[in-house]
């Protein structure tokens, strides 16, 4: 490996650390941080019922509206993500390069890669669009998408073990 790509995967492995240890050491306003291992992630459990549990790795922000109570965004760049909102506990949306996964009161995990953001719903119902908000589909219980620029999507009920692979990663 030459000196300038041996730069650039030390470079780019500090980046991805550091993205890591900034998402890891995030205080979020109305919510405890713990970590978790088998498999690592960070769990946030939230007033009002509100669960984000984030691959080690991921590159996320938790945002929290001025006054309010409990995180109503997060913008996540990179990995995955679990999510727990009760029924009529308010309003949250995962906002991804490639998509907007909007929900009430729901389960469901976003997966977001360099090509496109995977959007699978556990239980309720969660409203996916284009981050213009644009193209808006309802995914149902058992029903995902995959949204990448350019390209279109629908709901489409995933295989069991597409499924479980996601869920797996969140000790599901």
């Known amino acids: 490996m030459s000196k300038r790509r041996l730069k650039l995967a030390v470079t780019l492995v500090g980046l991805m650390f550091a993205a890591s240890a900034t998402a890891m050491a995030q205080d979020v306003t109305g919510c405890e941080r713990t970590q978790v ?25 938790i945002d929290t509206a001025a006054g309010a109570a409990r995180p109503d965004e997060v913008d996540l760049e990179a990995d995955a993500m679990l999510i727990e909102v009760e029924p009529g506990s308010g309003p949250f949306q995962v906002r991804t390069p490639h ?30 669009s284009r981050p213009d ?39 599901q």
Not at 43 to 61: H, P, Y
Not at 135 to 142: P, Q
Request: aromatic share 8%.
């Open 99 to 128: 998509a907007i996964a909007a929900v009430r009161g729901t389960i469901y995990a976003v997966d977001v890669g360099p090509e496109r953001t995977s959007v699978f719903v556990v239980r309720g119902h969660v409203s996916v």
């Open 133 to 171: 908000g644009s193209d808006t589909v309802l995914l149902a219980a058992g029903e995902g998408a995959d949204v990448a620029p350019g390209l279109p999507f629908a709901p489409v009920t995933w295989s069991a073990e597409r499924a479980a692979g996601l869920l797996s990663r969140f000790g």
């Open 37 to 61: 291992q088998d498999p690592p992630r960070i769990v946030f459990q939230c007033e009002n019922g509100l669960v984000i549990e984030a691959e080690a790795a991921s590159a996320f922000n």
